[in-house]
């Protein structure tokens, strides 16, 4: 279906600004993805929005073109509007000329095969979007089987988050899951939790790893409670040469995911 | 010297606004860092701001009360006003109770003693500010020299990459210059020029790394243009296991500093 919308007031580009808030994302179970590398990252992932609103200006591009023909054959819609309702709608002066709308999916911890992949990534209260989407990015990049939240993180579907990840939203394996929902599942099969910590630690190079290993980042600010480190099979510690006494969240688990990588041999 | 302000035209009000500015704070040659934990990381690395502007509301603390101090007996300025007008300077609907204006400092090539650390970390257009708080943090946290910034980099004195920093800006040296002075002054002494690389590059890990080793990271979007690539002394590469073929700049500078931390010995 192909409409056309000059209206700031059409009930459709409220409802697309509306995804901009996490609790209306939430509600309608979808949310916005901007820009054509990231629409074309999901479509190579198997995934297309279920709604494509473009820019009536926009310039003529192929792969524009095998994406509008794909959602129509899907039975998705394709929105035209002006630059100025798109700039409404993303709440960007300088939008890109199209963005799409996605079903949210199931992020149930069922959903998980810890089987899958030797690293998995774990984040506990991940607050900050940018740093959640740049941890799927890593996550892609050393073959993690997913990324499971714990607590109270980032929302994976916020646009920042999706920008971070590069496209791996599309490509890793997402999971949210409160603490002890996701301590009983991983007890109930093979899997190591390993925190980097300062406390009762072995230095992170030549550590014990074993696959599956369950790679535990904290909050920015707080880093993990001293409960949740106790619970840990191995702890680690890395280097800290200056002042201060931790890395950005992101970057240490990447430091350790690359660290684990090597050591597993794979 | 002790003022209040209450009106929102007052020149120093229209001043500290303008900070955020990226042309004001060049030209003012001042940026404006928020918080007294940030303000405290200065004091500590021997930082003390010029001015000093808190909430009137602001609850007693005795850090602030010794900055206050300190700045006072160092001939700064303490500035209180209400909480709407701190708000109106920092640009936050909730800003923290204080902030604190500094001079901006030197940030030549000739200030850097490359003797001085076995790392030092090299970011080329490096354009967000997180990504650049973040490789401070991360210099601090390997021991690194400093950060130099070549070609068209965010500004490092921007409020987002002192907060990304964790006041690493204080402690981490800083240069910035244009590519062909940083090599001209690179190729003046011993220095060992590193790539993340995808072109004919060997494995990161067990690469032959040499002290002092200078860390080249690329632009986010771009990566390091070719001829920076031919001019580097080593290129080596991370596994990739997944779709992508790049990690965010601030994760492959610190997984790569990581691996050259212990490849030394450090």
Redesign the interface.
């Given at each position: 279906m192909r409409r056309h919308i000059t209206g700031f007031s059409n009930p459709t580009v409220k409802h697309l600004r509306s995804l901009r808030d996490k609790k209306h994302r939430r509600r309608a179970g979808e949310f916005l993805v901007e820009g054509l590398r990231l629409l074309e990252?999901a479509r190579?992932?198997g995934r297309l929005p279920r709604l494509l609103v473009m820019a009536e200006e926009r310039s003529a591009h192929d792969l524009l073109a095998r994406l509008e023909a794909e959602v129509e054959a899907a039975g998705g819609e394709i929105v035209t509007t002006t630059p100025d309702i798109l700039s409404r709608i993303t709440g960007k002066a300088n939008p890109q000329a199209v963005a799409g709308v996605f079903a949210e999916w199931d992020t149930g911890l069922t959903r998980i095969d810890r089987s899958a992949a030797p690293i998995w990534l774990v984040a506990q209260d991940l607050r900050d979007p940018?740093n959640l989407g740049?941890m799927l990015?890593?996550?892609?990049?050393?073959?993690a089987g997913g990324l499971i939240l714990v607590g109270d993180c980032a929302d994976p579907f916020s646009a920042e988050a999706v920008r971070?990840s590069?496209?791996?939203v599309f490509?890793?394996a997402l999971a949210q899951a409160r603490w002890e929902e996701f301590l009983g599942w991983l007890r109930g099969g093979k899997g190591q939790l390993v925190a980097a910590s300062l406390r009762d630690a072995v230095p992170y190079?030549g550590a014990p790893y074993e696959a599956p290993c369950f790679l535990l980042v904290g909050n920015e600010s707080q880093g993990l409670p001293e409960a949740y480190e106790a619970e840990c099979d191995l702890r680690v510690t890395?280097?800290?040469?200056?002042?201060?006494d931790?890395?950005?969240a992101?970057?240490a688990g990447?430091?350790l995911a690359?660290?684990v990588?090597?050591a597993l041999g794979?």
């Open positions: 990252d190579a992932s940018g740049t990015r890593t996550g892609d990049a050393v073959g971070a590069m496209g791996a490509t890793v190079r890395m280097p800290m040469k200056g002042r201060a931790s890395l950005n992101a970057v990447a430091v690359y660290e990588l090597a794979e």
